[in-house]
């Protein structure tokens, strides 16, 4: 069973910066699109943004510009690099292939607090 592990959240202050990590224990992740998903409570799960295998990204409108998503293929990881964080941004933080609807089993995401 494939295993997403999620970490790197915290309580950060409005414009400061976070580095989320994700790994996925399979021997397909280099071929994977992966996703970065976001959900606060009572909300369904948002996209925040994706990388494509040769390492083209997307971002939803609201993080264009302050986050970058990155991948280590050799390390079955994935990054989230959260700059200028906004209150908006707070939520639970996973991630998993994309779009969501192929996703594999979900990890337990890591909460990003985004509070003065």
């Known amino acids: 069973q494939v295993q997403v592990v999620e970490t790197g959240g915290g309580l950060v202050k409005p414009g400061g910066s976070l580095r989320l990590s994700c790994v996925v224990s399979?021997?397909?992740?280099?071929?994977?699109?992966m996703g970065w998903y976001r959900q606060t409570p009572g909300q369904e799960r948002e996209n925040v943004a994706f990388i494509t295998s040769s390492g083209d990204a997307i971002y939803d409108q609201s993080v264009r510009g302050r986050f970058l998503v990155s991948r280590d293929n050799a390390k079955n990881a994935v990054f989230l690099q959260m700059n200028n964080v906004q209150p908006e941004d707070t939520g639970v933080y996973y991630c998993n292939y994309w779009p969501a609807l192929a996703a594999t089993s979900w990890g337990q995401g890591t909460q990003v607090t985004v509070s003065s």
């Open positions: 399979t021997i397909t992740f280099s071929t994977k699109t």
